[in-house]
C-alpha cells in the first residue's frame, strides 16, 4: 500500500539552529499538508500545497516556517531560528484531491528543540 | 467557531466488552467527518468518512454513524490490539479549504 514517507523520524537540534523536515508523498497525489502536534495537544493544520504553491496556512505558519517542493517527489519543511516551543511531532499527508478524499499521514518527525 | 470535540478523553475496556465514543461538531455545512486511528509515536491512520446524518460505515470492529450533530464510533467486542488514540476532525465551514480540525482525541486501552 502506498505510503508518505517522512526523514528522519526524530531531530534534536539546539535554540536558534535552522531545521528541514523532509516527506516524500504518494506519487499521484496532487496536495500536500504539513500539521504538528505538540505533546498531549490535537493535531494542528500549518499549511497546505497544491499546483508548487501555498494554498493555505494557519496563524501559526508565519515567517518562520516555509515549504518547498524542490523536485517531483519530495516536500519539505524548513523552519529557521527554532525555538523551544517548536518541539513537536509534526507530520507530512498528501492526498489525490479535495478533502472529499481523506488524507494518507506520515509516521512523523519528532522535533526536539534545547 | 468551528469546533470538534471529542468524549471521553480516556476509555478502558475489558477485552469483548462494547462501547462508544462520541464525536460532536460545531461546523455547518458538513463536508465529511473523518475517523482516524492514532497509535504512539505515529502518525493517524485514516479509518472512516461520512458525508449525511444516517450513514454507517463499518471496518472489523468498528463502525462508524453520523447524526445532524455529532458522529459515534462504535467498537464491538475490542481486543488488545484495538488500543490507540481515536481522532475525529472536519473541514471548517467553506468550500475553498482543504484543512482538517481535529478534536482532541479519545484514548482508548482494551485489557486482556
Known amino acids: 500500500e502506498p505510503e508518505v514517507t517522512q526523514t528522519p523520524s526524530h531531530q534534536v537540534t539546539q535554540m536558534g539552529q535552522e531545521v528541514i523536515l523532509r516527506c516524500v508523498p504518494i506519487s499521484n497525489h496532487l496536495y500536500f499538508y504539513w500539521y504538528r502536534q505538540i505533546l498531549g495537544q490535537k493535531v494542528e493544520f500549518l499549511v497546505s500545497?497544491?499546483?508548487?504553491?501555498?494554498?493555505?496556512k494557519s496563524e501559526i505558519f508565519d515567517d518562520q516556517f516555509s515549504v518547498e517542493r524542490p523536485d517531483g517527489s519530495n516536500f519539505t519543511l524548513k523552519i529557521r531560528s527554532t525555538k523551544l516551543e517548536d518541539s513537536a511531532m509534526y507530520f507530512c499527508a498528501s492526498s489525490p484531491s479535495t478533502v472529499g478524499i481523506s488524507y494518507t499521514f506520515g509516521s512523523g518527525t519528532r522535533l526536539t528543540v534545547v | 467557531e468551528d469546533q470538534v470535540t471529542q468524549s471521553p478523553e480516556a476509555l478502558r475496556l475489558q477485552e469483548g466488552e462494547s462501547s462508544s465514543l462520541n464525536c460532536s461538531y460545531t461546523?455547518?455545512?458538513?463536508?465529511?467527518l473523518f475517523w482516524y486511528r492514532q497509535d504512539p509515536g505515529k502518525g493517524p491512520e485514516f479509518l472512516f468518512t461520512?458525508?449525511?446524518a444516517g450513514e454507517e460505515k463499518e471496518k472489523e470492529r468498528l463502525k462508524a454513524t453520523l447524526t445532524k450533530k455529532e458522529s459515534f464510533l462504535h467498537i464491538t467486542a475490542p481486543k488488545p490490539e484495538d488500543s490507540a488514540t481515536y481522532l475525529c476532525?472536519?473541514?471548517?465551514?467553506?468550500?475553498?479549504?482543504?484543512?482538517?480540525?481535529f478534536g482532541t482525541g479519545t484514548l482508548l486501552a482494551v485489557q486482556p
Open positions: 476532525a472536519s473541514p471548517p465551514e467553506g468550500g475553498a479549504t482543504n484543512k482538517l480540525i
Open positions: 500545497f497544491y499546483n508548487n504553491e501555498i494554498s493555505e
Open positions: 461520512l458525508y449525511s
Open positions: 461546523v455547518s455545512g458538513l463536508r465529511g
